[in-house]
């Protein structure tokens, strides 16, 4: 019985065969239509999230499972005070496997830690969203048919954003990866993770210029400013609009880019850009159902 | 200035100078009811000034705290007079319950009977991680 806490619970040779089971989900989707018969998958929502919460239960429908959703914690029982250890050993007796969002850092952990089924970080605070980097990376691997030799911008919020750090740790496991990270001062990537490059032996550069690499780049990942991620509500109105991108500042990027952002998006990607055909962000909405079923799939050793 | 010597307890040695009292803490052997001994700013060829405990009676020492606290101390056990074993510090992979995490979007803050588990994540930087939020220790 395993759960997924962190992308680096995974191998490189898993996360590529998780790749490989979602691209055949896309090609031979009845292959996958009964894998889960009889099979029950808990989403338990402690935090609001549409699309991943519906992204898990759409992944278990294709599947041929059923599901069970929490998605309202003041209407549950941790609203009764109820441990997170409780919640888990209780819903265990109940479901298959469970798919666990939380406000605090190491939520999921602790619920696996007392679950009897696997469990799957749906995103606990700003810490870990282990099946977004899933998405990224089929996302990456669709357009670029390659993980080697990429030049990758990340922008936007860089100190709290949780998928820039999960994607750089999948990304450094390869070859030859430039990093471009595009912040504000008050939002850089934090130095471990900078040391996690240089420690794996690929290069980065800071700036706080969107347009300065922008003809460099082979993917341009976006990132929101999350107002939930501040305590103070002044430093995040005076950060929010430090980046949008727009047709004009595009002008100058490859004609191959892949534009990525995990979604949400405020206004940090302009509506204008959606027709261009180098836009990926919904596609890796996607992307993202087909890795988190290929995801149950390994968790639950249907395959 | 005489201290008698033990004839079966534990003797902490090379005590950083200072830490002694922190470690008597630490270790609950204010607890004991044993005669202990803590003798400060000992002299010492190696350290200059050290501090030094003495338990007379076997007792089991966490070694992790101590690793943590005192990572040049070593620890003298002593059976009928003579030194039976000595063991030398190095720091734990895993403390838990000694330092606490101060992230205030840490479970941990929330639900205070989990036990608060630091792993080891670079021991040349003696640093360690939350195990929930992967905060560091010295960050906090």
């Known amino acids: ?303 | 200035m005489n201290i008698d010597s033990i004839k079966n307890g534990i003797v902490i040695d090379h005590i950083e100078a200072g830490k002694g009292m922190e470690i008597y803490n630490l270790l609950r052997l204010d607890l004991l009811d044993c005669s202990v001994a803590i003798i400060k700013n000992a002299t010492s060829s190696k350290m200059g000034r050290k501090d030094i405990i003495k338990i007379d009676a076997k007792i089991d020492i966490d070694m992790d705290i101590l690793g943590y606290v005192a990572p040049t101390a070593t620890v003298d056990i002593i059976v009928d007079g003579s030194l039976c074993e000595k063991k030398k510090m190095s720091l734990p992979e895993k403390l838990t319950n000694v330092i606490f995490c101060k992230n205030p979007r840490c479970i941990t803050t929330t639900e205070q009977e989990l036990p608060n588990i630091f792993n080891l994540t670079n021991r040349e930087k003696r640093e360690y991680r939350c195990a929930y939020c992967e905060t560091r220790a010295s960050e906090q």
């Open chain 1, 1 to 303: 019985m395993r759960s997924v806490i962190d992308i680096k619970d995974l191998s490189t040779k898993e996360l590529e065969e998780i790749i490989a089971v979602a691209e055949d989900i896309i090609e031979n989707p009845d292959k996958y239509a009964h894998k889960c018969d009889g099979k029950k998958l808990a989403t338990l929502f402690f935090e609001p999230s549409t699309r991943t919460r519906l992204s898990f239960e759409a992944a278990m429908y294709e599947l041929g499972g059923h599901v069970l959703s929490m998605s309202d914690a003041g209407s549950s029982s941790a609203a009764k005070g109820e441990s997170v250890a409780d919640t888990a050993k209780t819903v265990s007796c109940y479901a298959d496997i469970i798919a666990m969002r939380h406000p605090k850092e190491g939520a999921p952990l602790v619920a696996a830690m007392n679950a009897s089924v696997p469990v799957i970080n749906a995103g606990d605070g700003g810490h870990n969203h282990p099946t977004q980097t899933l998405a990224d990376l089929l996302t990456i691997h669709r357009e670029k048919g390659r993980f080697d030799n990429l030049t990758v911008g990340l922008c936007g919020d860089l100190k709290f954003g949780r998928t820039v750090h999960s994607l750089i740790n999948a990304l450094t496991r390869y070859t030859n990866i430039k990093f471009v990270l595009i912040s504000p001062e008050e939002l850089k990537v934090p130095s471990y993770v900078k040391n996690e490059i240089k420690e794996c032996g690929h290069s980065y550069v800071q700036t706080k210029d969107l347009s300065e690499f922008m003809p460099e780049l082979d993917i341009l990942y976006m990132t929101r400013v999350q107002r939930e991620r501040f305590f103070n509500e002044e430093d995040y109105l005076r950060l929010k609009d430090s980046y949008i991108l727009t047709p004009e500042k595009l002008a100058t990027a490859k004609s191959d880019l892949s534009i990525m952002h995990p979604l949400p998006r405020v206004n940090e990607i302009s509506v204008a850009v959606d027709d261009d055909p180098r836009a990926c962000y919904f596609k890796q909405v996607l992307n993202g159902k087909y890795m988190r079923m290929s995801l149950i799939l390994k968790l639950l050793e249907v395959l």
